[in-house]
């Protein structure tokens, strides 16, 4: 049996549990995912050091995980932001790992020019700052927020339409190929967008999880990419 380890970088139980039930319809037959949520930190990370916390936890809490629980195959950061991505990458000693953000910026980037829509204006700089450190940053076409994070955003999904099909619009100016609507509250928003707008919109959750089994197995049919 293939098991992805599916870390929460926040510490809200809530986002672990929406994480894994966007989750579940991705994942092949015989295989397992095994979430776990971070220890320490914030319920959701919107500043540089709710990221620098969140980093920490990560590697913590896999390293809880290792000492408890079966191996896994592959490990996904819920998070879109990738908290400690490099420093667990190496931690892992040739365990594949990958993040939300990673996955759905190079499925996005594959396609050219992509711009990305999410939740905090604080999440700008830190994701540029990935990018660049991804070597995915001269592709980037922008990056659009709402001032309200995600976890405010999925408590008010009213609310959160009206904001993100504007940000989706404002974005879609920016002479992109593809639009990343990013962000582990966020599942499933992308689908609910689409049919607003011409370009694709891209679900970090979806390609996180399908990129981190295509790391581990070849399932026909089970990453397509999606429109």
């Known amino acids: 049996m293939r098991r992805l ?6 510490t809200s139980e809530s ?16 295989c397992q995912v095994l979430p776990v949520t971070a220890r320490s930190g914030l319920p959701y990370i919107s500043s540089e050091l709710g990221l620098a916390l969140a980093g920490h936890a990560v590697l913590q809490a896999f390293d809880a995980h290792l000492g408890a629980g079966p191996r896994p195959d592959v490990v996904l950061l819920g998070c879109f932001g990738d908290p400690g991505l490099l420093a667990l990458r ?23 020019r992509y711009a990305i829509v999410t939740g905090g204006a604080a999440w700008v700089p830190m994701l540029r700052r990935l990018a660049w450190s991804l070597d995915l ?25 009206a904001l993100l099909r504007q940000a989706c619009a404002q974005a879609s100016a920016l002479g992109a190929q593809s639009l990343i609507v ?9 689908a609910r967008l689409q049919p607003g707008f011409a370009l694709p919109l891209l679900d970090s959750v979806e390609l996180g999880v399908r990129a981190a089994w295509h790391m581990t197995c070849d399932i026909p049919g089970n990453h397509k990419e999606p429109r």
């Open 137 to 161: 940053l001269e592709p980037l076409a922008g990056i659009v927020t709402v001032a309200p994070s995600g976890a405010e955003l999925a408590a008010d999904p009213q609310a959160a339409g």
């Open 182 to 190: 990013g962000g582990a509250a966020l599942a499933g928003w992308a």
């Open 15 to 30: 986002v672990t549990r929406q994480l894994t039930a966007a989750a579940a319809p991705l994942t092949p037959p015989g």
């Open 5 to 10: 380890l599916l870390i929460n970088p926040n």
């Open 90 to 112: 190496e931690q892992a000693a040739g365990l594949p790992v990958t993040g939300l953000a990673e996955a759905s910026m190079r499925a996005a980037a594959a396609r050219g």
